[in-house]
C-alpha cells in the first residue's frame, strides 16, 4: 500500500524567504508523486508530478520538487515565498503505472508574513 | 476551457435526511472521480468511474451513499439518511485517460454540513 506524510500541519514564512514543505512516501513500487495546492473554497490544483522521469521537477507558480529515492522524500520548496502562496498544499502518491488512485497527504497549511 | 462544475457548493441539512451532490466534469473527460475531504485532511477517494462504469467503489459506504453517472458524463453522489460524521467537503474530480500519469481536475466541492 501507498501512502505519504506530511511534516509539519503548519509552515510559516516571511515574505521573500525559502519555503519548503516536506513529503516522505512510502510505497512497495517506484511511486508516481504529486503536489496540489487548494486555496480557500476551492478545489485542488497540481502544481508539479513526478513520474519516474527527471528527478528535479519543476511546476507552476515558481514551485520545484526533487525526488530522492534514498530518502523516500519528495519536498516541495520555492527560493522566494509570495503573499499569494498562502495556501492549503497536498502531497499526494499512486502506484506507477496509474493516476487513478490518489492517496493524499494530510496537508501542510502555509502562511506567509510580511 | 471550462472546469469541473459542481453544485450545490454549499449545503444544510438535518440528520436523517437524504441529500445530493451534482458533478459536470471536463468535456471529453472519461475518468470521474468523487472524494470527501474531512476537515483538516486529504481527500479520500470514494467512487472512480470510467465512463459509465464504476471501477472502483470499494471506499464507498454502500449503506447510505450511491453514486450514478448517467451516459458517461454528468455523475450524482446521493447520501441517504446524512449522519452527522457525513460532514465534510465532496469534491469531484475528472482526467481526461485513466492508466497514465495525468492531471486529474478538481472542481469546487461541495461542503455539506449535518446538524
Known amino acids: 500500500a501507498q501512502s505519504v506524510t506530511q511534516l509539519g500541519s503548519h509552515v510559516s514564512v516571511s515574505e521573500g524567504a525559502l519555503v519548503l514543505l516536506r513529503c516522505n512516501y512510502s510505497s512497495s513500487v517506484p511511486p508516481y508523486l504529486f503536489w496540489y495546492v487548494q486555496y480557500p473554497n476551492q478545489g485542488l490544483q497540481l502544481l508539479l508530478k513526478?513520474?519516474?522521469?527527471?528527478?528535479l521537477v519543476k511546476g507552476i507558480n515558481g514551485f520545484e520538487a526533487e525526488f530522492k529515492k534514498s530518502e523516500t522524500s519528495f519536498h516541495l520548496t520555492k527560493p522566494s515565498a509570495h503573499m499569494s502562496d498562502a495556501a492549503e498544499y497536498f502531497c499526494?502518491?499512486?502506484?506507477?503505472?496509474?493516476?487513478?488512485?490518489?492517496?493524499f497527504g494530510t496537508g501542510t497549511r502555509l502562511q506567509v508574513t510580511l | 476551457e471550462a472546469g469541473v462544475v459542481q453544485s450545490p457548493r454549499y449545503k444544510i441539512i438535518e440528520k436523517k435526511q437524504p441529500v445530493a451532490f451534482w458533478c459536470n466534469p471536463i468535456s471529453g473527460h472519461n475518468t470521474l472521480y468523487w472524494y470527501r475531504q474531512n476537515l483538516g485532511q486529504g481527500p479520500e477517494l470514494l467512487i472512480r468511474?470510467?465512463?459509465?462504469?464504476?471501477?472502483?467503489d470499494s471506499q464507498l459506504p454502500k449503506d447510505r451513499f450511491s453514486a450514478e453517472r448517467l451516459k458517461g458524463v454528468d455523475s450524482t453522489l446521493k447520501i441517504q439518511p446524512a449522519e452527522l460524521g457525513d460532514s465534510a467537503v465532496y469534491l469531484c474530480a475528472s482526467s481526461p485517460l485513466a492508466g497514465v500519469p495525468n492531471e486529474q481536475f478538481f472542481g469546487p466541492g461541495t461542503r455539506l454540513t449535518v446538524l
Open positions: 513526478y513520474t519516474s522521469a527527471a528527478t
Open positions: 499526494a502518491v499512486t502506484p506507477t503505472g496509474t493516476a487513478s488512485k490518489l492517496t
Open positions: 468511474y470510467e465512463n459509465e462504469e464504476a471501477v472502483d
